[in-house]
């Protein structure tokens, strides 16, 4: 009987992830929440949905149940003396983005210098990229361009080693990078970061990265948030053309 739990357990995990990837949010958090139901209190596995919880709270705009989803799995790492996991990683991953969705990138900047130090760093090397990408990128929204820089020389080192999707999110931060250090040559790299997400077949980072390159082409200037920025975007299918 514990056999079919478990097995029940993660089937419902992946229907949830797969449908959170795919944009169905609701079909998600119907798997997710029997996930919750099903899972065992105070290990790994319970961190592993509640940061799927938050991840979908999260892709709904809904700060505050993404907030505390988070709380939950603080608590339970507070409450539980657990190794350092693959779900562990993921919830630091998701905090991030939820910091930056709000805006508050010094702690975000915090939370991250804290992997490698006070957090053990991931073995995986897959999340271990990704954690350096999203350093990288608070880097650049706080303005310390020249340290994202240098992460993102050290990344490209790897590139040819990554999946498309982290070469996708690799390209991107080349390209904000160029929209702050080198604005005419930024267009390159923008377009050149589209197509891999194209390739990629992932379209939310490329609708993402499309968005901000129609900011930096109205005139989006470095060192503040791209929804802040005044003026009117120019015509998308422009852009597309240009691909």
């Known amino acids: 009987e514990s056999g079919n739990l478990r097995t029940e357990l993660a089937a419902r995990l992946n229907l949830g992830q797969v449908n959170l ?4 949010l609701d079909d998600a958090g119907r798997h ?24 979908a709270s999260l892709a709904r705009g809904d700060i505050g149940q993404c907030e505390d989803w988070l709380r939950r799995i603080d608590v339970v790492l507070a409450t539980h003396d657990l190794p350092a996991a693959y779900n562990r990683y993921w919830g630091l991953r998701t905090k991030l983005s939820l910091l930056g ?15 490698g130090t006070s957090i053990p760093g991931p073995a995986d090397t897959s999340l271990d990229t990704q954690l350096t990408l999203a350093k990288a990128d608070i880097y650049l929204a706080i303005g310390r361009v020249e340290e994202a820089h240098r992460i993102l020389l050290d990344a490209t080192d790897r590139a040819g080693t990554m999946p498309l999707d982290h070469q996708g999110q690799l390209e991107r931060l080349l390209a904000l990078h160029a929209a702050r250090a080198a604005p005419r040559a930024a267009p390159r790299y923008f377009e050149r970061a589209l197509r891999v997400f194209v390739t990629a077949g992932d379209a939310a980072g490329y609708f993402k990265l499309l968005d901000e390159y129609l900011a930096f082409l109205s005139g989006w200037s470095p060192g ?8 009117a975007a120019p015509d998308s299918e422009h852009v597309l053309e240009r691909l």
Do not use: F, K, S
């Not at 990837?21 to 169905?24: A, K």
């Not at 503040?224 to 003026?231: H, K, N, R, S």
């Open 21 to 24: 990837n795919q944009g169905r």
């Open 32 to 55: 997710l929440d029997e996930a919750l139901r099903l899972c065992p209190r105070g290990g790994n596995a319970e961190i592993g949905v509640l940061d799927a919880l938050a991840q």
């Open 101 to 115: 969705r709000v805006g508050r990138w010094h702690e975000a900047a915090d939370l991250v210098t804290q992997i």
């Open 224 to 231: 503040t948030a791209l929804d802040e920025q005044p003026g």
